[in-house]
Every structure is written in C-alpha cells, then in structure tokens.
C-alpha cells in the first residue's frame, strides 16, 4: 500500500541520516592529530594585469584541513613588496617570517590571499600554523 511504501521510506531516511552521523563522528574520533603541515597550501600565479610597469602576481593560501588554522606563518625571506595590505600579510620577525591573515583562522575553501605587483614572484614557504579544532 502507499501508506506502507512511505513508512518504509521515512525509515531508510531516519537509518541513512544516523550512519551519515555515525560515520562523520568516527572520523571525527580518529581525527587526534586533525592538521598537517601539508594541509596548508601557498600557491603564486600571475594575474595577466601590469600594474606600474611590473606583472602582477596573485598569492593564495588554502586550507586543506577540516579544522580552521590560525596564526599561519610562512617564511618570507624576499619580505612583503610595498603596497600589500598589512593584514593579509606582514613581516613579524628578524629572521624572516610572515603572519598571514592577521594569524586569524583560514578555513577550509576559504583560502586567504592578495595581490602585488613586482619583477618576479616572492618566495613563500609554510613554517607554521595552529589547529583551532
């Protein structure tokens, strides 16, 4: 009957939507050490635009982890070309490092970036990040 065939089809969707919590709760559980260094990715592209005489590079820094990252920090030796916002990048040490975002959180698909102009791109490597899980 079609009283039956719906009770039967509310019951697969009460049993599909507890696995569905199941499963993301172990994964959850096994998530002890949920961020590596890995999970932060630092990509440099030139945008096509020339911008006072000098190509215009695009930085983007992703998150690949589920939990949110803050207090990025990346080596950059080259230091920060002028005209970049402070707070998506700045030189914090002597020693050549940088906070990214103002060390607030990057998120997963909502990576951080900005945009400079320069001869050649500055190099940036990942030195450090902490999990906010």
Known sequence: TMATTKAVLLLLAV????????????AAAEDSEPCDPSDI????EKTGRVVGGLPEFRVTIANGCSCPQGDVVVSCLDGVPGGVDP??????TKDGLCL????????RGSPGGFTYAATDAISLMFNAATPRC
Do not use: M, Y
Request: with cysteine.
């Open 100 to 107: 990214v975002n103002d060390g607030l959180e990057i998120v």
């Open 87 to 92: 707070s998506k990048i700045h030189v914090a």
């Open 15 to 26: 049993a599909a939507a507890a696995l569905a919590c199941d499963i993301h709760g172990a």
């Open 41 to 44: 990715s630092i990509t440099t």
